[in-house]
Structure formats: C-alpha cells, structure tokens
C-alpha cells in the first residue's frame, strides 16, 4: 500500500497535531484501509520481485494507475528490497 501525502510543503505536516496515530487530514476511511489487515484489502495491483505480482516494480504499479483517479488505487507490495526512486506525479491521485 502506498500513502501520499497532500500536495503540500512537507514542513506544514511537521507541527500538525495527529488525530489518533494519523494526521487529522487522514479521512475515517482511509484510516480504517491503513488499519487493515493485508487479507482484507482488495489491491488493485501487486507488485512482486520474484514475479508473482502484476508488475516487478512499484514505478510501474505508480504508472498504472488511473489519472485524476476518483477511488482509491490500492498497491499491495510484497516482501522485498525495492531500490527506486518513486515519483508519485500530481495526476496520480488517490494512489
């Protein structure tokens, strides 16, 4: 599962009081999505190293998802190393 924070500066979430364990920005249901266990999520993909997966790596779940989604886009990461750099665009949304 990949979060995302909101396209703000970084420096602005630093001092927000949290809401539970979450920022209070965090809706209800996603708190519960993030709460959840890995049976209970229905992913839209999953990524895999050893090709079990949809995709070998978390760039091309990212680039699989919808732009402008209007739902949430669940990425299930397996187990393993992922040496990338992940750049989650601002079309991206809901991922």
Do not use: C, M
Request: hydrophobic fraction near 35%; aromatic fraction near 8%; charge should be positive.
């Amino acid at each position: 599962l990949v979060s995302v924070l909101p396209q703000k500066d970084h420096d602005e979430f630093i001092d927000e009081s949290l809401n539970g364990d979450f920022p209070s920005w965090v809706t209800s249901k996603d708190r519960r999505l993030l709460e959840s266990s890995v049976g209970d999520v229905k992913a839209n993909v999953v990524v895999a190293k050893d090709g079990s997966g949809k995709f070998k790596t978390v760039v091309e779940a990212v680039a699989s998802a919808p732009d402008n989604g209007k739902t949430r886009y669940v990425i299930y990461v397996k187990r393993g190393i992922y040496k990338e750099k992940v750049d989650i665009g601002s079309k991206k949304t809901n991922v």
